[in-house]
């Protein structure tokens, strides 16, 4: 028994996406050297210092990674909302476009490079917020039930990961960006919050399309193949 053709493509490109991140993302971590000669900390370093050209000496892998990712991600999220079929999964699908491609321009545009940098950062958060927001309304209002309903969980933990990163300035004050340049003299704290909850948006996406990819596979129609 074999998947259909396009849906198996996007299950594939929905398992590769977040895949192709592990690498692109744990090398240029394990490899890094910040400009105080610091080693990368997930508890006060931003994930995008790790494209940093000129600092971090893995960015064209973690910059590679994202541009390759991003594509792969909006393509599957794109089929995913196809899928569901209804009004609210086509927009979650739309929505999922725009966030996969922000996630690409965050690494055609580093950190080197703030204001586009910036641009594509936020493009990928709102986005990715409102895509999985969708998802999980239209997966709880589809009778047709195209998608499971566990699905529910990591699309609820992802948004919340995206809404404590997306709230967290307003919650505890615009943060000291100061701290990224040892020459301002304001030293980098052991723990910043907006730089965990930004990792949480990382693993909490990754698992969500990971999970969806495979409800996806399990949901698809089979038919058979001869040799």
Request: with cysteine.
């Amino acid at each position: 028994m074999t998947r259909s053709g396009p849906g198996r493509m996007a299950r594939l490109g929905g398992l590769l996406g977040p895949l192709l991140l592990v690498p692109g993302v744990l090398l240029p971590a394990l490899a890094y050297t910040g400009k105080a000669g610091e080693a990368y900390s997930p508890l006060n370093h931003f994930i995008s210092e790790l494209g940093e050209v000129g600092v971090s000496s893995l960015a064209w892998l973690f910059n590679g990674s994202l541009v390759v990712s991003g594509l792969l991600m909006a393509a599957f999220l794109l089929f995913l909302g196809r899928h569901v079929g209804t009004r609210l999964g086509w927009a979650a699908g739309i929505a999922g476009v725009v966030s996969g491609l922000g996630t690409s321009a965050v690494g055609l545009y580093p950190m080197n490079d703030l204001p586009p940098h910036l641009t594509a950062a936020f493009t990928f958060f709102d986005g990715g917020l409102v895509t999985v927001i969708l998802f999980a309304v239209a997966i709880l209002r589809d009778r047709g039930r195209k998608l499971p309903r566990w699905l529910l969980v990591p699309a609820a933990a992802t948004a919340l990961a995206f809404a404590a990163f997306l709230a967290w300035p307003y919650l505890t004050g615009a943060p000291d960006f100061r701290m990224l340049d040892p020459l301002s003299g304001v030293p980098r704290t052991d723990v910043w919050g907006l730089a965990v909850t930004e990792w949480m948006v990382l693993v909490t996406i990754v698992g969500f399309i990971a999970c969806s990819a495979v409800a996806l596979g399990r949901s698809l129609p089979s038919s058979t193949s001869r040799d």
